[in-house]
Each structure stands twice: as structure tokens, then as C-alpha cells.
């Protein structure tokens, strides 16, 4: 099966600087891969996906990029402010199958 | 849009009681709806796989006679912890996806913060 591996564990950055989280796969079928964001005691909330038939998608501050060779795909968050404190996952999933497959986590902390 | 309703958001209860969770697709239909647990400071682990009028697909380890998943409509599943105790309390989050789930996300419902003395 597919295994997403995803580092740092904890990131700590300060307001105005950039933050970047990678996570890399296993399953080269794997085609969407989608990133949350969980704040204490919420569920996870969609920030930006992407699809293999792309490289590279930005949403204001956030951007994905997508290496499909290496199996790898990160997270980049640009202007951090102290609201984007929380802790982030991604996560991916064949086109086959159902299953999303979530790597363990990002704790980013947004130093004031 | 895609908003995923879940309740109730927090649950105490004695050891021996049943306790049922539901999640809700307010502004979608959803094929399929997972349960995970989560415990502090870890990732999403998946329990179960429910499609709308079938029976659940249990993850390995999960007890399916513990954890009773039921997904009547197609907006609505249902997870009912029986006879809880405490090395149930958990963190528990549902989420649902969409008719045409290739390549769509999961929407996550808040979760439900059990607790069973």
C-alpha cells in the first residue's frame, strides 16, 4: 500500500518568513494529494490540493509543487502570520482506490 | 460550500454506557464517509469506510461489533461506540466525500471529543 512520509515534525518560523513542509510517496498510481490544516481541537480543513497533472498550484500565501519523479510534494507558506499556527498533514490517494493516506503531521508554530 | 457537520462535539460518560456519534454533509451528497481516531499529537488513524447503504469496511484491529457504523442516506452516518470504556476515549473525526470522489477531497467534520470515566 501507499506510505507518506512528511518532515519537519515541528517547525517554528518567525511572522514574515517563509515555511516549507515535504512529504514524499510510495505509490506511483497515487494522483491527488490534498493538505490540511487541523487547529486544536477542530477537524482537519482542506488548504490546497493538487493533481498529478500538475506541478505546481498557488492560492494566495499557499502553494503546492509536485515532483511526480521523486514521488514528492511540498507545502509552501509564504508571509507567515501567527494565525497559521497549527498543525499540518498531507496526504495522498490513487485514482483507483478510496483510501486517503495522511502523512504524521507538521506542528508549525508562527513566532510574533 | 462542502461543510461536514458533526455532533456532538464533546461527550463524557460512565464506563458501560453506548455512546453514538453522527456526521452530517449539509451542502453535498457523499458516497462515502470514513471514520478516523486520533490520538494527542498524532495522525488521522482510519477505522472504517462506510458507502452510503452497505455495510462498513473495518481497518484492521478495529472491533466491528465496537464500533457499529451505520450510513443510511446518503448526507448522514452514524458511529456508536458500545459499551464504551475508558481506553475508548478518544478524539473521533469523520469526514465525507462526494458522489464523483476521484480525485475530490475529504471534508473533515469538527470532531467528537469522547471521555468515558
Known amino acids: 500500500g501507499e506510505n507518506v512520509e512528511q518532515h519537519p515534525s515541528t517547525l517554528s518560523v518567525q511572522e514574515g518568513d517563509s515555511a516549507v513542509i515535504k512529504c514524499t510517496y510510495s505509490d506511483s498510481a497515487s494522483n491527488y494529494f490534498p493538505w490540511y490544516k487541523q487547529e486544536l481541537g477542530k477537524g482537519p480543513q482542506l488548504i490546497i490540493d493538487?493533481?498529478?497533472?500538475?506541478g505546481e498550484k498557488k492560492d494566495q500565501r499557499i502553494a503546492v509543487t509536485l515532483n511526480k519523479t521523486a514521488k514528492h510534494f511540498s507545502l509552501h507558506i509564504t508571509e507567515t502570520q501567527p494565525e497559521d499556527s497549527a498543525v499540518y498533514f498531507c496526504?495522498?490517494?490513487?485514482?483507483?482506490?478510496?483510501?486517503?493516506?495522511f502523512g504524521t503531521g507538521t506542528s508549525l508554530t508562527v513566532i510574533p | 460550500g462542502a461543510v461536514v457537520s458533526q455532533h456532538p462535539s464533546r461527550v463524557i460518560c460512565k464506563s458501560g454506557t453506548s455512546v453514538k456519534i453522527e456526521c452530517r454533509s449539509l451542502?453535498?451528497?457523499?458516497?462515502?464517509m470514513f471514520w478516523y481516531r486520533q490520538f494527542p499529537k498524532q495522525s488521522l488513524m482510519l477505522m472504517a469506510t462506510s458507502n452510503e447503504g452497505s455495510k462498513a469496511t473495518y481497518e484492521q484491529g478495529v472491533e466491528k461489533d465496537k464500533f457499529l457504523i451505520n450510513h443510511a442516506s446518503l448526507t448522514l452516518s452514524t458511529l456508536t461506540v458500545t459499551s464504551a470504556h475508558p481506553e475508548d476515549s478518544s478524539f473521533y473525526i469523520c469526514?465525507?466525500?462526494?458522489?464523483?470522489?476521484?480525485?475530490?477531497?475529504?471534508?473533515f467534520g469538527d470532531g467528537t471529543r469522547l471521555s468515558i470515566l
Open positions: 469526514s465525507a466525500r462526494g458522489l464523483t470522489y476521484s480525485n475530490q477531497p475529504q471534508h
Open positions: 493538487i493533481r498529478s497533472n500538475v
Open positions: 451542502d453535498f451528497q457523499a458516497t462515502t
Open positions: 496526504a495522498a490517494t490513487p485514482s483507483t482506490g478510496n483510501q486517503f493516506y
